[in-house]
């Protein structure tokens, strides 16, 4: 029998990992297909990315682009929608379809045998929805009804209302991803019918395939099913990203006899192409992105206040926003803030230690094999590269980048994207026992807010 | 509240230390606990399986020379923190208490609280958790797995050296018998006033445990229901009869007792509790009475062929599959079986499992209503 040892087992050798190669072409029409040959198992993720997203809508629209997405889903004009359900189970795949800020995605996952089949699917969902105005009105409905229900629910509602509220009241902005009650109110199937035919394009769409295929199958079939689509772009958009307020506030939605306070505490964040990326990923995973972070350790560990608490930066091709979100027991709401102040304001007063700096970098650098083990998450992150405007290298050198990251850089990325004093407070809570507590804090005026403010 | 504190440092690790060194190895870990198993896992990069080992072994040893008072009252408030957060301030978060508790009898095992009240949390003591720890946490009542990029005879080794040392146990007390009826005998309805926006149900069936020859036509029997967009509930509920919003059904996959079929319904707004109840009952029947559609079984097949295949892809899921059937039954292998097991099951097997269990003497409903006067 072995003795325990104590001594903590040093690292083996690392073994290569890269991000798999895929090849990016494109269709006369300019649809333009990325391939990532992966032949683990016989699987193959097809994914049709276009450049149709809630950043492209009008405020009153608001809703839209979602609304179509999912009502692709719902039949095409040769199979109505318990047709095409189970056309794609009889393939074995489901499918999925959504929209974004910044794109739309439809997408399945079949076993390789289907290839064929499955991309001519969903192909005609794309191209050739049926867009019926019962099924419409039934989306609608049920994107209402999880709004209604959304009220109920502290956490999303919290997320929801908080990120809107950081954007000026004119932009697409400030109201959510997927509309507001008044604006989907108003949506219609022929709304629904004109955006797909305004936006959906060859020139803004991708089709990605990763997995057991072979980039020559997929420029025949691409061809076969895509090559005589023909219509025009539609015209680029840009979208106010602009913060709603340059000074400090704090707003309470009233929830009774609530046993936690769900707090966010955030602004505008910075745009997904700017220069400090980097430094700015590495500064959050030490503010609040991995477990050991700054916020989790004093609210959760230190202080027993919450189960846990976090941030993050939403990353768009627009400025999304930076967040602090976290639940906390209902009498220690403002101890819990101020504490969230207090770290904001370390992270930019000082640089951080070599070994916070390396526990993020490390994690940030060793995590990345892992965040790709499926063909599904391969076609993800293509996703992303093509919709934010990535370089094509931006995997393969994504781990030098995070490494090359250093702690004077994180304080300056602190100091430039941590807007101390601007700080937006939200708090979803038992108002009568917070509100009195949060006016002691100086964290600038404090309103209370309706259910139904826009 | 165990699980959390076996993240509170061991002999030569420190509070905290373990998601610290697993996240600097660039790895990914949690815990979880269910009713029947506690998972305890992290995916690193394949140079740091060694520092997951010793990390792992060092808790199984030496656990209880790094528990103190404190650490437990900080936890314990974290924990009724995490009980606030997904049972309490969450719409319908107590569902998943509730309904084993209405589906099993009081001196069930199933039958409690998984999280504990907050009268049982304010009760733990460090002795609890010795305890507990003396009887359980011990190499031969543990699976260890391991999948991924590795060589097997050096991981053996590996695991040889690390937890090789590490004392059995004195023997865990026998279990209470987990044996129920195969049904619940009569419909059992419980109603519970929330602060929740629209009635949601939740109806369980008592079902064959996971392992049992007929669990496959049970499973298969869930996913006609409730998997998918083309399955029945959403097509009868969301899209036909437009009574509500969502509706989809699943297995628990338990191993001992008795396993369950639960059908999850929201009703859209403006439609009454006993609309959509009416609606669950009325696709329940049809199936129990009716059996498959032409060309059902076929796609419910191929859906599961995929979603197994997609679970393969990835080191942790690999683990977890693995690790469930060796815990529960002692042979990984299984795994090995499952689709072959699922192509064996005949139409006429689905037919008898659904006239046999999914009439109303095998329905226990659970549900929700919005508090009259309360919310917003």
């Given at each position: ?13 690392s073994?290569p ?10 269709l ?6 990325i ?28 809703g839209v ?50 290839l ?8 005609e969902v ?9 099924e419409?009105n ?5 994107r ?21 509220s950081?954007?000026k009241?004119?932009?697409r ?6 509309g ?27 089709l ?5 295929v ?17 219509a ?6 840009s979208?106010?990203?602009l913060?709603?307020?340059?000074y400090?506030?704090v ?16 602004h505008?964040?910075l ?5 400090d990326y980097?430094d700015v990923v ?15 350790m ?24 930076f967040v ?20 904001l304001e370390?992270?930019?007063?000082s ?20 965040r ?9 992150a293509?996703?992303s ?19 090359a ?13 941590l ?5 937006q ?17 100086d ?7 309706g259910d139904?403010?826009? | ?33 269910w ?38 009252d900080?936890?314990?408030d974290?924990v009724?923190?995490?009980r606030?957060w997904?049972?309490d ?18 001196t069930?095992?199933f ?28 190499p031969?009542?543990?699976v ?7 060589d ?52 369980a ?6 392992g049992?020859k ?48 639960v059908v ?12 959509l109840e ?31 295949v997609t679970?393969m ?8 599959q693995?690790s469930?059937?060796a ?12 689709l072959q ?29 919005p508090?009259?006067g309360?919310?917003?």
């Open positions: 029998m072995s003795a325990p040892t104590v001594v903590r087992p040093a690292p083996g050798h073994r990992y890269r991000f798999p190669a895929f090849e990016r072409t494109s006369p029409n300019g649809v333009e297909l391939v990532a040959p992966v032949h683990r198992l016989p699987l193959v993720t097809i994914r049709f990315v276009l450049d149709v997203g809630a950043r492209q809508e009008a405020r009153n629209d608001a682009a979602m609304l179509t997405a999912a009502a692709l889903a719902e039949g095409t004009t040769r199979l109505d929608a318990l047709a095409l359900a189970n056309e794609f189970e009889r393939l074995g795949g489901a499918l999925s379809s959504y929209a974004t800020w910044d794109a739309t995605h439809v997408r399945t996952t079949v076993l390789s045998t289907r064929r089949d499955a991309l001519s699917l969903l192909t794309v191209r050739t929805p049926a867009l019926d105005e019962r419409v039934r989306l609608k409905e049920e209402l009804a999880e709004l209604l229900e959304l009220k109920t629910e502290p956490r999303g509602l919290a997320d929801e209302r908080f990120t809107s950081l954007y009241s004119g932009s902005f400030s109201a959510p991803e997927s507001s009650e008044r604006s989907v109110q108003q949506l219609t199937v022929d709304a629904c019918r004109s955006w797909h035919a305004q936006q959906f394009a060859p020139a803004v769409t991708a990605i395939v990763a997995g057991d072979e980039i020559d199958q997929v420029l025949q079939l691409a061809t076969e099913n895509l090559g005589d689509w023909d025009a772009a539609p015209a680029p958009v979208v106010d990203d913060p709603a307020r340059e400090r506030s707003r309470v939605l009233d929830r009774p006899g609530a046993p936690q306070t769900e707090l966010r505490v955030g505008v964040g745009p997904r192409l700017h220069p980097f590495v500064m959050n995973a030490i503010l609040g992105g991995v477990f050991n972070s700054r916020i989790n004093n609210l959760r560990e230190r202080n027993a206040f919450t189960y846990g608490a976090f941030s993050s930066f939403e990353w768009r091709r627009d400025a999304g926003p602090v979100s976290t639940a906390v027991a209902t009498p220690v709401t403002a101890s819990a803030l101020r504490e969230t102040m207090t770290e370390r992270m930019r007063s640089e951080p230690t070599a070994d916070e700096l390396s526990l993020s970098t490390s994690y940030l650098d060793g995590v990345f094999p892992i790709f083990e499926t063909t599904d998450a391969i076609a993800g293509l996703a590269l093509r919709t934010l405007r990535l370089p094509n290298n931006y995997y393969d050198t994504y781990r030098d980048r995070v490494r990251v250093t702690a004077g850089a994180v304080a300056r990325a602190a100091q430039t994207h807007h101390f004093e601007h700080m407070v939200l708090a979803v809570g038992d108002r009568s026992v917070i509100s009195p507590l949060l006016a002691d804090l964290l600038g005026p404090l309103s209370v807010i139904d403010d826009e | 509240m165990f699980e959390h504190m076996l993240f509170q440092g061991s002999e030569h690790v420190a509070a905290n230390e373990h998601f610290e060194l697993i996240q600097r190895a660039g790895g990914t870990l949690n815990g979880s606990t009713l029947d198993r506690t998972n305890y896992f992290e995916t690193v990069p394949s140079q740091q399986l060694e520092l997951a080992l010793w990390l792992e072994a060092d808790r199984m040893g030496r656990l209880l020379p790094a528990m103190t008072q404190e650490k437990l900080t936890q314990r974290v009724k923190n995490e606030r997904s049972v301030n969450q719409p319908y978060g107590s569902w998943w208490e509730r309904l084993p508790a209405l589906c099993f009898p009081p069930h095992p039958h409690h609280s998984l999280m504990g009240s907050m009268e049982d949390l304010s009760a733990a003591s460090l002795d609890d958790v010795a305890a507990f720890f003396r009887t359980y946490y011990t031969d009542n543990a260890l797995t391991i999948s991924g990029d590795v097997a005879d050096e991981a053996n080794r590996l695991v040889d050296r690390h937890f090789g040392w590490i004392p059995r146990g004195y023997g865990r007390p026998p279990l209470d018998s987990m044996d129920v009826p195969e049904k619940f005998g009569a419909p059992i309805r419980e109603v519970v006033e929330d602060e929740v926006a629209v009635p949601r149900v939740f109806l069936c008592r079902t064959p445990v996971l049992s007929d669990y496959y036509a049970a499973s298969i029997i869930a996913t006609v229901l409730g998997t998918g967009r083309g399955c029945r509930l959403h097509q009868t509920l969301v899209r036909d009869r437009q009574l509500a919003s969502a509706a989809s059904a699943f297995t628990f996959d338990l191993s001992k007792g008795s396993d369950l079929l999850d319904a929201t009703a859209r707004p403006g439609v009454p509790l006993d609309a009416a609606g669950v009952a009325d696709v329940l029947d049809e199936l129990q009475q009716g059996g498959l559609r032409e060309g059902e079984l076929d796609r419910v097949l191929a859906q599961i062929e995929t979603d197994f679970s892809q990835s080191a942790g899921d690999r683990a977890e693995l469930r059937f815990t529960y039954f002692g042979e990984p292998r299984l795994l090995n079986d499952q097991r699922y192509g064996e099951v005949t139409e006429a097997d689905v037919r008898a499992m659904a006239r046999a269990r999914l009439g109303p003497d095998n329905r226990a409903s659970l549900v929700y209503i508090r009259i309360g919310g917003s």
